[in-house]
């Protein structure tokens, strides 16, 4: 069997063609050419053609047996009956609706009440919040179909608007319990006249059109899986979909992802609780991670500056280093802050550019860490870590993760672990085992935590939570 994998990422499109017989893989990438100031808000058309245009050049002259999908949580357009869109995909980057969920987020018995139903928080990432801040500007809901980036592609491929629970699960309008679109959450924000695609299962498929045939020179009638979420496969691909597995990814943004027999619930509401395709995780996740370490090599070293040529100037020696807080795109986990603002602290004549990024690099693991004590007060500690993302590029800061967390951490063996976990989905789909010794070979390696290093980074750490505290919107503006 032949299985051609195509996700649309943040930044990239990315294709994975795999023959389960022989075990060849080849993987393709190509970032997206985005118009306009605001790469969060974009063309989902012009997304799904970019997509298209790469899948047409992985698949060339391959008999492809099974189209499985891959996207981002949290992504939101609208299209008319005939699947012509509406409005431009707001992925989860876009904070748009920030004032309201604020106004929303005054209301404490709300929040936990929508955090209790759904599994997500008050805020603005949410496409529950977008489609409501979008009727706030006067757009009109009615008969509308609310859909995301993976649906949208789902939809052009085959003419079906479904999707499945584990990338719902992501929208703040599915009931974490009930694992179906709840009406009463879509009454109180007053959406109840969008209309929201077809639930089905994550083993669901339907066939190719003609039109997307001719788009992929492929044949028409080939089964496409319903699109499984980035964050969610990843789970899948690495194998940590077993209770008590972690998955740690540090891309464009941070998450920790805990695999859990049933949906977990912070009292604190500092944790989300959403699905992957084969069951329940329990998990928090950071606007600024990548992103932030970009910026600041942009703004500190310029853009022709490699990111090997900055790694000699870090060390772990240094002490004193101004405290970097990584909200520069808002806040998700853990105080679900979207009006939060990012910058530097303590910042001091004698500091250098190698230090304040050095200070982003340790402000970005701090914020991530304080994911990690939330988790794991709710959860308990983890099995297994399993870490994966930009952060495996630098050795610094692969060190410092394990350092400042002081766990041991497995290297994902995977460089591309959400497309082979949408394979992995595709091959249980067509009744095989996900494992696979192309994907499953090889003793993942260890990075274990220096321990004299423990008490600095301890140290650290209060410091980046005191002023966490004090940097609070609402202690900000009283």
Not at 93 to 108: H, K
Not at 300 to 328: H, Q
């Amino acid at each position: 069997m032949i299985i051609l994998a195509l996700e649309s990422s943040t930044t990239s499109a990315k294709t994975l063609l795999f023959d389960s017989e022989t075990g060849d893989t080849s993987v393709r990438d190509r970032r997206f050419e985005v118009s306009g100031p605001d790469a969060s808000v974009r063309d989902a058309d012009a997304i799904y053609t970019q997509l298209m245009a790469l899948g047409r050049e992985a698949a060339a002259g391959v008999k492809v047996d099974l189209i499985v999908l891959s996207g981002t949580w949290h992504g939101l357009t609208l299209v008319d009956e005939d699947l012509r869109t509406v409005t431009k995909v707001r992925e989860w980057p876009d904070t748009s609706a920030q004032d309201l969920c604020a106004r929303e987020r005054a209301n404490e018995d709300f929040t936990w009440w929508f955090y209790e139903r759904t599994g997500c928080m008050v805020n603005a990432v949410y496409p529950a919040f977008k489609l409501a801040w979008l009727q706030e500007q006067g757009l009109s809901l009615a008969g509308k179909l609310a859909l995301d980036q993976p649906t949208i592609n789902f939809a052009r491929l085959t003419g079906e608007a479904a999707t499945n629970a584990s990338l719902a699960s992501g929208t703040g309008l599915l009931g974490a319990e009930s694992l179906e679109w709840d009406a009463e959450i879509v009454n109180h924000l007053g959406i109840g006249t969008v209309r929201l695609p077809e639930l089905r299962e994550s083993t669901y498929t339907a066939p190719l059109t003609r039109d997307a045939a001719i788009l992929l020179g492929l044949t028409p009638g080939i089964p496409v899986l319903t699109p499984g979420p980035d964050g969610g496969l990843s789970q899948v691909g690495d194998r940590a979909t077993e209770p008590g597995d972690m998955t740690f990814s540090m891309g464009t943004s941070g998450a920790l992802r805990f695999a859990t027999r049933h949906p977990s619930f912070s009292q604190a509401m500092s944790t989300w609780s959403y699905r992957s395709p084969l069951g329940a995780l329990s998990g928090a996740a950071t606007s600024g991670c990548g992103n932030c370490v970009d910026w600041a090599r942009e703004r500190l070293f310029g853009l022709t500056t490699d990111y090997s040529e900055i790694e000699p100037l870090l060390s772990a020696d240094k002490t004193d280093l101004p405290v970097f807080l990584p909200f520069l795109f808002g806040e998700r986990s853990p105080g679900w802050q979207d009006q939060r603002r990012g910058g530097f602290l303590d910042l001091k004549p004698n500091h250098g550019r190698a230090d304040m990024y050095q200070g982003v690099l340790e402000g970005i693991v701090f914020s991530l860490y304080h994911c990690f004590k939330e988790l794991t007060a709710l959860n308990g500690m983890p099995r297994r870590i399993v870490l994966s993302g930009g952060v495996l590029s630098s050795p610094f800061w692969t060190q410092l993760v394990a350092d400042v967390f002081g766990t041991q951490m497995e290297v994902s063996t995977l460089q591309h672990s959400s497309v082979v976990g949408a394979a992995r989905m595709g091959l249980l789909a067509s009744g095989l085992p996900s494992a696979h010794p192309a994907f499953d070979g090889g003793t993942p390696r260890l990075v274990q935590p220096r321990t004299e290093r423990k008490t600095h980074y301890d140290g650290e750490f209060a410091r980046y939570l005191e002023h966490y505290s004090q940097t609070r919107p609402e202690a900000v503006s009283s």
